[in-house]
């Protein structure tokens, strides 16, 4: 007599990882479309328009005070919601600083993308596909949001939400 055996494996979603698939099945929604087409810098608005509808309207004005960039800002800069930098603080989840740790959904903030700025501050912001590919939408690209790899010479690091910040919609 043969015995058989039947392997049973279990698979758990956190709420962490669904409320992340949220975020990025929602921002690939997106993909090839316009967003505010003939305006620039509009990252962080099309980043926080992704965030509202995955994770709730706490994004319209949510924004740190002390981004991880403050210290490279000249004196008459300003912090604005509309800033790259304006999620990028330890208050709102964990600090990702290696490219290959980076999960879907994270976050992520480019420093030095355009601009007279000081090396090393956050000027764009997009969603992780995983460790190698965003998408974003780009200052210069006509308003397209795009799919593209990840540059790391410009990773400035990402952002894992904390569940407080994004929960699944019920």
Known sequence: MKKRFLTVTLVVFSSHIFA???VVETALTWQGKGYKVGKTE??????REVLISAC??????LQTTQ?????LLGVDDKLA???ADSLASDEFGKRITRLSDVLEGDLIF???TYGNWAEGVITHVGIALDNTQYIHRMTSNKGVVKVEAIPSHQFAGALRLARKFC???Q
Do not use: R, S, Y
């Open 167 to 169: 929960q699944p919609k």
């Open 110 to 112: 480019l420093k030095n």
């Open 42 to 47: 509009q990252c962080m608005n099309w980043t």
């Open 67 to 71: 981004p991880w960039d403050i210290h």
């Open 81 to 83: 919601v509309i800033h």
């Open 20 to 22: 992340n698939a949220t």
């Open 56 to 61: 709730g309207e706490h994004f319209k004005t």
